[in-house]
């Protein structure tokens, strides 16, 4: 069903209601138009306030998922290093910080 038609029949029934609760005709209608208008308006507007929030379901789905992949890839990367050798390990951060492998040798050895 719709959004359409489910608002066409909450609009019936709330007619219904409206009348078995006293109001006669055009009151009833009124009534229930008024009724459904108010919750049109809560429901947008509680739209609106997800997107300029940026609550919405697909925005937190989509920051919950990068931030399990950094992780994940964090650790990754981090056994993998801790699995090589201080010479392999040497010559990996001086090719990332452009020094020479000698240099950087000196840094770990120092390090340690």
Do not use: H
Request: proline share 2%.
């Amino acid at each position: 069903m719709s959004l359409g038609a489910a608002l066409l029949v909450a609009g019936g029934l709330g007619y219904a209601a409206f009348q078995a609760l006293g109001l006669k005709g055009f009151s009833a209608g009124i009534a229930a138009e008024a009724l459904l208008v108010l919750v049109v308006v809560l429901w947008t507007s509680s739209y609106l306030f997800r997107v300029i929030t940026g609550r919405m379901t697909y925005m937190q789905q989509r920051r919950n998922y990068r931030a399990e992949y950094d992780a994940l890839t964090d650790q990754q990367l981090q056994a993998r290093f801790d699995a090589m050798t201080p010479e392999e390990q040497a010559a990996l951060l001086a090719s990332v910080s452009g020094e020479k492998p000698e240099e950087s040798q000196d840094k770990v050895s120092s390090d340690s």
